[in-house]
């Protein structure tokens, strides 16, 4: 099968995989706007996608875009690390054409899996999960609050440490995009000599938008909550 | 105007493929700055010999940046710290009094050493045979004026064609990715009207031994072009994934 056992077949689902992500990112960061705007159409929005058939189906899809991605990520690292050979440069040099998000794309996406299981735990283990379960019997007691998205956003970002984890957190996607998408569009086959350096553009400003829309929601309420003095430290 | 200068050169040495390998740091003394890089290592192997030492292997041929054969990766650089040269265009003039000059071969695994700084770029000719050619049936010759070509299309091309093959790019990447070579061969053969025919299966075809040849997967981190002798541009790898993709989609 050429999409695994060629190098561009493998870029290829990078590229799908990754851009399909993104374009997630930008609904989800989109919705999330909704909430600094009218945490009420927030809430509207949370009960649509609870545990009905299509936000499952789409949450299944994700997580299948995810596992993908991550594992092409890491077959194509190691054997690109492989490819380098036994014996390392004693010396060498970066270059200013070289970015540091492409050089370390691998870790910044580590690390950014590292904080979705942090912020599966945050937001969906207390949300769509409780409604699953309790769709399927199971038992959580109160569920009132499982489509209440602004109560959560409130209550976590009430907490400056979360808060902080959370930018470091959209920072590494920031980097990662910052290449990915440029990246993707590349591998695409989508450039040349007059787009090269438009792509670049639009990948920068792609990233930026995503990044930014998700640091508002943070910023905000963080600082909401510092103003109204309801820090507090919920776990 | 001529200078001189008193440098030391930090070398790898390597009696053969298997053998470990080791630096040995070498003091060169009065080197002309007007001397190219090669030529110091010229001096420095007479200065070997007559040590009774073995002088140092390095590749080299036309010393004038077009055959490709000269390679070394010198503090960091492949090619050295110049810009759009070749190590054979390199001139001492670049390195001041004193300086300590690492220089490496080529370190990909699809490159093996040969010795000291010799490294087997054999690979790189397997990836050309597996399709970068056009087939014709000889003949009389052509009018060289029969198959018009658009200005753009045939100035893309010889900038792909510019390509030597020197291996800098596989040399530079932090994949070993021989993307930017490949892509210059389908794309200069892509872009003209004799390369149509061959078109699909080229590009399949070099991309499938390139793979074989076990180069790394390309990530589009740029370091191929920026140390490309020949400047050949990232675009040539967007026109490579086009052509392969296209090629893979029809079948
Ligand atoms: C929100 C999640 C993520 C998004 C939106 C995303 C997006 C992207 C995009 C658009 C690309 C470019 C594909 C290409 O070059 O063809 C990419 C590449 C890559 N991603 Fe991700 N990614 C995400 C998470 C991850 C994770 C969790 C990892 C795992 C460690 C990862 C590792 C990589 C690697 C190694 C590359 C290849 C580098 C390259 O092609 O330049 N990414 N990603
Ligand atoms: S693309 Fe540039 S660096 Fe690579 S082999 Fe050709 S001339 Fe050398
Ligand atoms: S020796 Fe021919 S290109 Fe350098």
Redesign the pocket.
């Known amino acids: 099968m050429w999409l695994i056992n060629s190098s561009i077949g493998r870029?290829?689902v990078?590229?799908?995989?990754?851009?399909?992500?993104?374009l997630?990112?930008l609904f989800h960061g989109t919705m999330n706007f909704v909430a600094i705007l009218s945490p009420e159409s927030y809430n509207a929005i949370c009960h649509l996608l609870g545990a009905n058939w299509y936000a499952l189906v789409a949450t299944v899809g994700l997580a299948v875009l995810?596992i993908l991605?991550?594992t092409?990520?890491?077959v194509?690292?190691w054997q690109n690390y492989k490819a380098r050979g036994k014996e390392r440069y004693s010396v060498s040099e970066s270059y200013d054409e070289v970015s540091f998000a492409?050089r370390n794309?691998?870790?910044?996406?580590?690390i950014?899996?590292g904080f979705?299981v942090l912020h599966l735990y945050n937001f969906w283990f207390k949300m769509q999960f409780v409604e699953i379960v309790h769709k399927m019997g199971g038992d959580f007691g109160d569920i009132s609050l499982a489509t209440d998205g602004a109560y959560y956003i409130r209550l976590l970002f009430a907490n400056p440490v979360y808060c902080v984890l959370y930018l470091i957190w959209l920072g590494a996607?920031w980097y990662?995009?910052n290449?990915?998408?440029?990246?993707?569009?590349?591998?695409?086959g989508l450039s040349n000599s007059v787009w090269f350096k438009r792509i670049k553009c639009i990948g920068k400003v792609v990233a930026t938008i995503?990044v930014l829309l998700f640091v508002s929601v943070v910023v905000y309420f963080g600082a909401e909550a510092i103003m109204n003095g309801t820090t507090a430290y919920v776990w | 105007m001529e200078k001189s200068i008193n440098i030391k050169v930090k070398v790898w040495r390597q009696a053969g493929p298997k053998v470990k390998g080791m630096f040995e740091t070498y003091e060169l003394n009065n080197i002309s700055t007007d001397a190219s890089f090669l030529e110091m290592i010229d001096i420095l192997n007479e200065q070997l010999v007559k040590e009774h030492k073995e002088p140092v292997a390095f590749d080299h041929d036309c010393r004038e940046g077009i055959c490709g054969m000269c390679s070394l990766y010198i503090n960091g650089h492949p090619h050295g710290p110049d810009q759009e040269v070749t190590t054979c265009q390199l001139h001492m003039r670049k390195f001041h009094d004193g300086q300590v000059i690492t220089i490496e071969p080529w370190r990909s695994r699809a490159f093996p050493i040969i010795k000291d700084l010799m490294v087997d770029r054999n690979a790189y000719d397997k990836i050309i045979q597996a399709g970068g050619y056009v087939s014709v049936n000889t003949g009389g010759i052509p009018d060289a004026n029969a198959i018009p070509i658009p200005k753009p299309k045939a100035d893309e091309a010889m900038d792909a064609a510019s390509c030597i093959g020197c291996g800098a790019c596989a040399a530079a990447c932090k994949n070993g990715s021989a993307m930017l070579f490949v892509a210059a061969k389908v794309s200069q053969l892509a872009l003209l009207p004799q390369g149509q025919v061959e078109r699909a299966a080229r590009a399949k075809a070099m991309v499938a031994k390139m793979d074989e040849l076990g180069f790394g997967?390309?990530?589009?981190?740029g370091a191929c072009a920026a140390e490309c002798p020949k400047s050949v541009s990232l675009i040539h790898i967007a026109r490579l994934n086009r052509e392969y993709l296209g090629a893979k989609f029809k079948d």
């Open positions: 870029k290829f990078m590229s799908i995989t990754g851009l399909a992500l993104v997630f990112l995810v991605h991550f092409f990520a890491s194509l690292t492409s794309m691998f870790v910044l996406g580590v950014i899996i979705m996607i990662h995009l290449h990915g998408v440029w990246s993707s569009l590349q591998t695409l995503v | 997967n390309c990530t589009n981190t």
